[in-house]
């Protein structure tokens, strides 16, 4: 067999894809061996402590073995999408340090694990500008009920929660409006395509 | 098209995350509004991943861990609970005008205060991020004027949409300028109105952290 090693880009890649179709334990081990040793290394050095710089390594291999799913090739190498996810955790990690609540989260500057989701799971999975352009039309066509959450939400920009105190339904309620509603749409906006 | 960028240094800092909060958040609109700086992030990210999982000398002299132990947890552990974001709101409104944000602030929507109007056909609403520096939203009316002003540190303002004017140039969307202390402006907008984001900015500093991966020395990056 060759001895492709993870710091070859496209054997990297395949590593993260064997992860994410099959939960690959024998690509992660690989992939493990070669950066968590210098995420340590980095970090210690970052850190000056042997604690936090173990809480960062673990924390962003975890989020490499379960989330691979997320790692897009056409969008960069393998060990970048690593770099970026350790840069957001250490991020967080000075954040907590400082004991401040308010402050920006990584995720929100950086939404490196965002979940670019083709699945309905999400609440607001309609992509904008699509969204915008073509809401209008689609609307006509759902139930009164659902029309009326989806016109709050996305033409008002009002939250969920204001919804459900708007038109004194429960917040459940409008939850499942919403996913209902942009279900549909998405179908009708398929079926257009 | 865009004609004012931040610095080579500013994206390496936002890359690193080691700007101020008020910052992170003008370089990362700046960033989404401007494909050229955003393929630069890239290229910056790719640079300095490459320096941090390339450094053996590091690799050797730092102290063993449990390898196996570690990967044990990781095979045991939970999906981290999926950060439900909170959900991105694109959407802003000043006097019933809606403006669409760019997503760092969409996803940052929460964090945006109420408006209050000033003086002179101006509008002012915080974004409170945190950090030593004020972050702002800026709307200028039509045919309004900010009076002559220097400052007391650097100034950033970004253009989220519409266009103002000072004496030495025009801004547009996604225009990105920085002023020092000694420079005197007078920003007005014309026929248009104009909404930006400003703050005021500390010192730059490239002493620790990720950014140090690039030393400004060796870096292609400093020029
Ligand atoms: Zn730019």
């Known amino acids: 067999m060759p001895s492709a090693q993870p710091d070859n880009p496209e054997h990297a890649a395949d590593l993260l894809a064997k992860i ?55 969008r960069g190498s393998a060990a970048t999408w690593i770099f970026t996810i350790a840069r957001n955790i250490r991020f967080d990690l000075l954040r907590k340090n400082k004991h401040r609540q308010n402050d920006l989260s990584a995720d929100d500057l950086w939404p490196v694990l965002a979940e670019q989701n083709d699945s309905l799971d999400d609440d607001y999975a309609l992509d904008n500008d699509l969204l915008m352009q073509q809401l209008a039309v689609y609307c006509e066509q759902l139930p009164k ?31 499942s409006r919403t996913r209902l509603a942009l279900q549909k749409l998405k179908e009708l906006i398929k079926h257009d395509d | 098209m865009i004609k004012f960028h931040p610095s080579e240094q500013h994206l390496v800092l936002y ?27 890239q290229d910056i990210e790719e640079q300095m991943a490459s320096k941090l999982f390339g450094d053996n000398e590091q690799l050797a002299r730092r102290a063993s861990f449990d390898e196996q132990q570690m990967l044990q947890a990781i095979f045991n552990s939970q999906v981290p609970a999926d950060s439900v974001p909170i959900a991105a709101n694109d959407s802003l409104y000043l006097e019933g005008q809606r403006f669409a ?64 004017n000072d004496e030495h140039n025009e801004y547009r969307d996604g225009d990105f300028m920085l002023l020092d202390g000694n420079h005197k402006h007078s920003p007005a907008t014309q026929n248009e109105d104009c909404l930006t984001i400003a703050a005021l900015e500390g010192p ?20």
């Open chain 2, 101 to 164: 944000l760019p997503p760092t602030l969409a996803r940052n929507h929460h964090h945006i205060g109420e408006w209050s109007r000033l003086p002179g056909k101006l509008w002012r609403a915080p974004v409170r991020v945190g950090g030593e520096e004020m972050l702002n939203f800026i709307y200028m009316a039509e045919h309004a004027s900010l009076p002559e002003h220097t400052h007391k540190g650097n100034e950033a303002t970004l253009v989220v949409n519409g266009v103002f």
């Open chain 2, 15 to 41: 890359a690193a995350g080691e700007l101020s909060p008020a910052m992170l958040m003008m370089v990362g609109t700046h960033v989404d509004m401007c494909a050229h700086c955003q393929s630069h992030v």
């Open chain 1, 145 to 175: 009920a659902q029309r009326t959450v989806i016109e709050l939400i996305y033409v008002e920009g009002k939250s969920q929660q204001e919804v459900a105190d708007a038109l004194e339904i429960p917040l459940g309620t409008v939850k």
């Open chain 2, 204 to 223: 730059l500093h490239f002493t620790t952290g990720l950014s140090r991966l690039l030393n400004p020395f060796s870096s292609l990056f400093f020029k």
């Open chain 1, 20 to 74: 994410a179709s099959e939960q690959s334990r024998a690509a992660f081990s690989e992939l493990f061996r070669y950066f968590a040793p210098r995420l340590q290394a980095y970090a210690t050095r970052q850190f000056g402590n042997e604690q936090t710089a173990m809480d960062l390594v673990q924390e962003t291999m975890t989020n490499v073995w379960h989330k691979a799913h997320l790692f897009k090739p056409d």
